[in-house]
C-alpha cells in the first residue's frame, strides 16, 4: 500500500463515477475511520473476495452496486463475534490473465475493530470460499493494522479514489529449485478502461459502496454535501 495525499476540488455533484467528488469522500471517510478505531488497541484490515462477483464490461454496466452492499453487509454482518464492530467499502479491479480478457472483480475491504481468531475466520471462509476458475484463491485475507499506518495508508485504501488494473501472470523462479507459481502486478487502469468503470458507477452516490457494522451514519441536513460524513455506533443488525 501508498501513502495517498488529497487535493481541494470545487465539484459536488455526489456522483460515484466524479473523481473530484470521490477523492472528497475518501479523504472524509478515512477521518472517520480513524476517529472510530484508533482508540482500538489492535485493529485489523480485511479483504473479501466474493466468488460470484466477477463480471466482463457488458455486465458491469447493469451491476447493482446497492444490492450488492446489502447482500455482503448482512453475509458479513452473521459471520463477525457480537464484539466486533467493522467499516469498509466495495472496491473494483480488473482482473487480466496472461494479457487475456479482464473481468471486473468486486470485492471488499473493512476495518475490524479486532483481529478474528482462527476459529472465528473459519466462519467467514465458510461463506466466501476459493473459486480458482476465476482466480480467488485466498478469498479472505486479514492483517493486523500496524501502529501510526490507520490513517496514511489504511483508511484511505480501504475507500478508494481511484481503481486499479491487476495482471496476473505465471511467474518462473530465478531458482531452479521452485515449481512455477502465479503472481500479480497492479497498474493504472487505461483509460478506455476508467471510462467503462466511471460510466458503470456514475449511477451511485459516492456513499453507496460503505459498508457499516455496529456503525450508521448520523443523520445530516439535505442540502450538505454529500461527501461528508459522521459515523455513530448502532446496534448490531442496524441499517
Known amino acids: 500500500m501508498a501513502k495517498y495525499f488529497f487535493a481541494a476540488f470545487d465539484c459536488y455533484c455526489g456522483s460515484l463515477g466524479c473523481i473530484e467528488c470521490r477523492t472528497r469522500t475518501q479523504a472524509n471517510v478515512s477521518a472517520e475511520f480513524v476517529k472510530v478505531f ?39 454482518a452473521a459471520c463477525l463475534p457480537v464484539d466486533c464492530i467493522a467499516a469498509g467499502c466495495v472496491d473494483f479491479s480488473l482482473n487480466v490473465f496472461e494479457n487475456g480478457e479482464g473481468k471486473w472483480s468486486v470485492h471488499l475491504h473493512l476495518i475490524l475493530s479486532r483481529m478474528l481468531t482462527e476459529k472465528e475466520k473459519r466462519v467467514l471462509k465458510a461463506k466466501y470460499p476459493r473459486d480458482p476458475e476465476n482466480n480467488v484463491f485466498v478469498p479472505v485475507k486479514q492483517k493486523a493494522i500496524q501502529p501510526g499506518t490507520l490513517s496514511d495508508i489504511v483508511a484511505p485504501y480501504v475507500y478508494k479514489n481511484f481503481f486499479t488494473l491487476r495482471s496476473i ?71
Open 169 to 239: 501472470y505465471i511467474a518462473i523462479p530465478k531458482s531452479g529449485y521452485r515449481n512455477s507459481y502465479r503472481d500479480s502486478v497492479d497498474q493504472p487502469l487505461s483509460v478506455p478502461d476508467a471510462a467503462v468503470l466511471n460510466a458503470a458507477l456514475g449511477r451511485f452516490q459516492v456513499m453507496d459502496p460503505l459498508i457499516l457494522i455496529g456503525l450508521k451514519r448520523a443523520r445530516k441536513a439535505k442540502d450538505d454535501d454529500p461527501a461528508s460524513i459522521t459515523l455513530i455506533t448502532a446496534c448490531r443488525g442496524s441499517a
Open 38 to 76: 484508533d482508540p482500538y488497541a489492535k485493529p485489523a484490515f480485511i479483504t473479501v473476495i466474493p466468488e460470484d462477483a466477477q463480471y466482463t464490461s457488458d455486465e458491469l454496466a447493469d451491476f447493482d452496486l446497492n444490492a450488492f452492499v446489502l447482500k455482503h453487509r448482512r453475509r458479513i
